[in-house]
C-alpha cells in the first residue's frame, strides 16, 4: 500500500514566524485575568443552562460577573496608563 502524505503539497509551510512574538506572549499575561475571568462566566452560564438556577446559583453568576467586570476594568487601566506618554512603564 503507497503512502499518500508524501505526494502531497504542505497546506502551511513550515516557518520560523508560526510561534508568538514575546510582545505576544506579553499582551496574552497582561489579559490572562480578563480570559480566566470569562472562562469562570462560561463555566456558570453552562452550569445552568439545564437547570433553574436556585438562589446559591444567581450568586455565582453575579461574583462571576463582578469578576470580569474588575478584571476588565483593571487590565483597561493598567493598558491606558502605560499608553500614556510620559509614563514610567
Excluded at 489579559?31 to 450568586?59: F, H, Q, S
Excluded at 453568576?61 to 493598558?79: E, G, K
Aim: glycine share 2%; charged share 30%; proline share 6%.
Amino acid at each position: 500500500m503507497k503512502s499518500i502524505v508524501a505526494l502531497q503539497n504542505l497546506v502551511t509551510p513550515w516557518s520560523e514566524g508560526l510561534e508568538p512574538s514575546d510582545a505576544e506572549l506579553d499582551v496574552i499575561e497582561v489579559e490572562m485575568p480578563v480570559i480566566c475571568a470569562e472562562v469562570e462566566l462560561l463555566d456558570v452560564r453552562i452550569a445552568l443552562m439545564d437547570r433553574v438556577p436556585n438562589e446559591l446559583d444567581e450568586r455565582r453568576l453575579r461574583r462571576a460577573v463582578h469578576r470580569l467586570l474588575d478584571a476588565r476594568r483593571t487590565v483597561a487601566a493598567t493598558s491606558t496608563h502605560a499608553a500614556m506618554p510620559g509614563s514610567a512603564s
